[in-house]
């Protein structure tokens, strides 16, 4: 499931996020890529380690933490903290390639499955001319370019890959989830019926069918989840 997550970031948060990104260091995009994707990564990374980065990954979790659309959609297990991309000058492209099966949380114990993939847009679109996500499904190639503050979810099975850059420069977070129902057919089944729940729960009340629905979508989720 390709899925738009609107208004991640307030105002105030993605004025913040900016601020904190231009005052911060970067370094070659590659040093966290695989070695197929090493060699089509020409992009920079935000310096991990540093206060900068530490505060804009509780900033983006703990908007992600109060954003009721993204936990319905991604049914989130683990979320791999967020990292923070630049493409801009001679580092403005990441050609295709698929994302790690598997990811270490910090201190590289824990494995988490990258069963969803995530960029968070700083930018607006007219602030910088290409850099794309271009996310190939079933439906064909999906051209994607938010708003300042919105999110894309995308399944971490999907060939992808950033438009190079040809003015100004793309800001973004990306980082991965392991989802608590693994199949991307049953999270969208699930996604489905919860959005129509909500939708006839605000135009009829919670009518005796209501409830059943709801114990339904519950008992789907029971049955999938690995918690």
């Given at each position: 499931?390709?899925?738009?997550?609107?208004?991640?970031?307030?105002?105030?948060?993605?004025?913040?996020?900016?601020?904190?990104?231009?005052?911060?260091?970067?370094?070659?995009?590659?040093?966290?890529?695989?070695?197929?994707?090493?060699?089509?990564?020409?992009?920079?990374?935000?310096?991990?380690?540093?206060?900068?980065?530490?505060?804009?990954?509780?900033?983006?979790?703990?908007?992600?933490?109060?954003?009721?659309?993204?936990?319905?959609?991604?049914?989130?297990?683990?979320?791999?903290?967020?990292?923070?991309?630049?493409?801009?000058?001679?580092?403005?492209?990441?050609?295709?390639?698929?994302?790690?099966?598997?990811?270490?949380?910090?201190?590289?114990?824990?494995?988490?499955?990258?069963?969803?993939?995530?960029?968070?847009?700083?930018?607006?679109?007219?602030?910088?001319?290409?850099?794309?996500?271009?996310?190939?499904?079933?439906?064909?190639?999906?051209?994607?370019?938010?708003?300042?503050?919105?999110?894309?979810?995308?399944?971490?099975?999907?060939?992808?890959?950033?438009?190079?850059?040809?003015?100004?420069?793309?800001?973004?977070?990306?980082?991965?989830?392991?989802?608590?129902?693994?199949?991307?057919?049953?999270?969208?089944?699930?996604?489905?019926?919860?959005?129509?729940?909500?939708?006839?729960?605000?135009?009829?009340?919670?009518?005796?069918?209501?409830?059943?629905?709801?114990?339904t979508y519950h008992n789907l989720l029971r049955m999938w989840a690995d918690t």
């Open positions: 499931m390709l899925l738009r997550i609107p208004d991640v970031l307030n105002a105030d948060q993605l004025a913040r996020a900016r601020e904190l990104l231009a005052a911060a260091a970067w370094i070659d995009g590659r040093t966290t890529a695989g070695a197929q994707a090493a060699l089509v990564k020409h992009n920079e990374q935000l310096q991990m380690g540093t206060p900068q980065h530490a505060e804009l990954q509780a900033l983006v979790l703990g908007a992600l933490d109060k954003h009721p659309l993204f936990f319905s959609a991604a049914l989130p297990k683990r979320i791999l903290p967020p990292l923070f991309n630049r493409y801009s000058g001679d580092s403005n492209t990441y050609g295709d390639h698929v994302d790690q099966s598997i990811r270490y949380l910090p201190g590289g114990v824990q494995r988490v499955r990258t069963d969803i993939s995530c960029t968070l847009f700083f930018c607006d679109p007219d602030e910088y001319e290409g850099g794309e996500l271009v996310i190939a499904d079933t439906y064909g190639s999906q051209r994607v370019k938010l708003a300042a503050g919105d999110m894309v979810l995308y399944p971490g099975t999907s060939v992808h890959r950033v438009e190079p850059v040809t003015r100004g420069a793309r800001l973004a977070s990306f980082f991965w989830i392991e989802s608590m129902v693994r199949s991307d057919d049953q999270r969208r089944l699930l996604f489905d019926m919860d959005m129509s729940l909500m939708r006839l729960r605000s135009e009829l009340g919670e009518t005796p069918e209501m409830v059943q629905l709801t114990g």
